[in-house]
């Protein structure tokens, strides 16, 4: 919560930290904020890009007194709305915690989902300990209107949050594809009454995956969604091409690693391990609303 008599930006408290997690960019700031709708037209007005910093989302973090480091995370996406999870945040939620809190390498963030354990390593990388098993879910028809770029159908995973996974020919056809005019379909998939995040997976060298991520909340394409990659690389390994741990290439360039164990269909002890960067700090103007 922002102190009395800080000047603060629609809301917002003025200092903040743009942190990016495989180009997953984010707006942090130190402390828990009451969101209301002015707050969130804040955020929206933040995250544009062009007029505001420019961000995926926006994390307020609080740490917990006492002998166990926790840090609370509240996300919203740059649509200004909550969600209860983002792994790629909660990566760069606890490097935070660890460079700014003085929590420590090891902590747990405490997410909208649950506790997520979290080691913080040299070189700006972070593993996350997921909270619970992640299974695929219903197999859910795709939109393809030629039938050639991506499979008939897509499979739904929950990873704190929902998505839809679906396999293409092959990572030429990956690159292929027309998000902007295939994905918003996928997103509001009529069998997914919360919609969901789309991600377009292909067979990559060396055994890898390359990922393209359409989200909700940003409602475009982002450079990389780290609970998608989750969702991805479980999908991948029950259907047999992949085995755990899997890698996976994002749109970004960096790559993300899924470490599991499947039992039963089932994928438990499930890790997230990539970078988790601080990119510069800054003091809002209220010129940007």
């Given at each position: ?157 929950s990873v704190g949050v929902p998505h839809l996974v679906v396999f293409t020919s092959g990572r030429t056809e990956l690159a292929r594809l027309d998000l902007a005019s295939m994905a ?69 360039g960096e790559e993300l690693v899924v470490s599991f164990r499947l039992d039963g269909g089932v994928a438990r002890d499930v890790t997230l391990t990539g970078d988790a960067r601080v ?11």
């Open positions: 919560m922002t102190g009395p008599g800080e000047r603060t930006v629609g809301g917002l408290p003025r200092r903040f930290t743009k942190m990016s997690g495989a180009g997953n960019d984010f707006l942090v700031f130190d402390g828990r904020v009451e969101v209301g709708p002015r707050e969130r037209a804040t955020i929206r007005h933040l995250c544009e890009r062009g007029t505001g910093v420019g961000a995926d989302g926006v994390l307020f973090l609080n740490a917990v007194p006492g002998n166990v480091p926790i840090v609370v995370a509240d996300y919203y996406n740059a649509d200004g709305g909550a969600a209860r999870f983002c792994a790629n945040g909660t990566r760069c939620a606890a490097r935070f915690g660890s460079l700014r809190l003085g929590t420590g390498p090891e902590l747990t963030v405490r997410t909208g989902w649950g506790n997520v354990g979290a080691t913080v390593h040299p070189g700006a990388r972070v593993t996350l300990r997921l909270p619970e098993p992640v299974g695929p879910g219903e197999e859910l028809s795709t939109f393809d209107p030629e039938e050639i770029l991506v499979e008939r159908t897509g499979v739904a995973v918003p379909g996928l997103r509001h998939h009529p069998a997914l009454p919360d919609g969901a995040n789309v991600h377009f997976v292909a067979p990559a060298a060396g055994g890898r995956l390359a990922i393209r991520s359409w989200e909700r909340g940003v409602e475009g394409e982002t450079l990389a969604c780290g609970s998608g990659v989750v969702a991805a690389a479980v999908v991948a390994a029950c259907r047999g091409p992949v085995a755990p741990p899997v890698t996976l290439a994002t749109r970004s990119v510069f700090e800054g003091t809002l103007n209220e010129e940007v609303l």
